[in-house]
């Protein structure tokens, strides 16, 4: 009985080793898979031609285009504040010269 109970502890210890062992291959595959893949982006980024300098130009381009835009926005922006203030101002003095004509008129 003894022996049959140790045979199967025994059993049960080499399954779990084969299990292991079967992990274990599985993983060193994987990380192999993953240098090949490695190896092969290094390879591709070596042989790969660098931007050409028109194409650096061109987004240097459109870069400083976004920038001038932004900066065109301001400019509006401001100029659309004087016209506000122009506007106010203009409000203001046609009220007092209204006023102005009333005070006269009431005089007469």
């Known amino acids: 009985m003894k022996s049959r109970k140790k045979r199967l502890a025994e059993d049960d210890q080499l399954e779990l080793i ?22 092969r982006e290094r ?3 070596a042989v790969t031609i660098p931007p050409s300098d028109i194409v650096i130009s061109r987004t240097e381009q459109r870069q400083h285009a976004e920038r001038a835009s932004r900066g065109e926005i ?7 504040n004087r ?8 409000a203001a003095a046609t009220c ?3 006023w102005w004509g009333l005070t006269l008129m009431q005089g007469l």
């Open 43 to 45: 390879e591709e980024q």
């Open 74 to 80: 301001a400019n509006q922006l401001r100029t659309q």
């Open 96 to 98: 007092a010269l209204i």
């Open 83 to 90: 016209s506000l203030a122009l506007l106010f101002l203009l």
């Open 18 to 39: 084969d299990r292991q062992a079967w992990e274990l291959a599985e993983r060193e595959a994987a990380s192999e898979a993953m240098r090949i893949k490695l190896q």
